[in-house]
């Protein structure tokens, strides 16, 4: 991992989540976690290299009876103009974000590993939609 890795995308993902939009989300969603919360975040996304996306599979495995699975991420968007144009700028998008990927389908990926999204919302946060598409909600195990 070379210096830019190391240094620059760390210090990018903390000022974008120290913003307005971020806090609005966390205060939506953090409220709703109850008893033992574990949580799990990409951080300053030095550790993406690492993982083959069985993240939330392993999440479902460790979650105790009657636990939830609370996210929120950013992935694909609604709008097929703006949908479009995410495959073609995640190449680039991944370089300069740490690995960041703009076109996943947090759905789909949520469902995929075993969960039922019991309440799912998906709107745009201030900036340019390509990048600013985010999903929320909450699954239980299926």
Not at 88 to 100: I, Q
């Amino acid at each position: 991992m070379g210096i830019y890795e190391r240094w620059l995308p760390p210090r990018l993902l903390d000022l974008a989540m120290r913003n307005r939009e971020a806090a609005r989300y966390r205060l939506r969603i953090i409220p709703a976690a109850r008893g033992e919360v574990l949580e799990i975040g990409a951080g300053s996304g030095l550790n993406l290299l690492f993982y083959a996306t069985a993240a939330l599979r392993e999440a479902r495995r460790v979650l105790k009876p009657g636990g939830a699975l609370l996210f929120v991420e950013h992935g694909v968007a609604p709008d097929p103009m703006v949908e479009r144009w995410q495959p073609r700028l995640n190449p680039y998008w991944k370089r300069v974000a740490g690995g960041c990927n703009l076109d996943r389908r947090i759905d789909g990926l949520v469902r995929a590993a075993g969960f039922e999204i019991r309440e799912l919302g998906n709107e745009y946060l201030k900036g340019p939609r390509p990048f600013t598409c985010t999903y929320f909600g909450r699954a239980e195990p299926a």
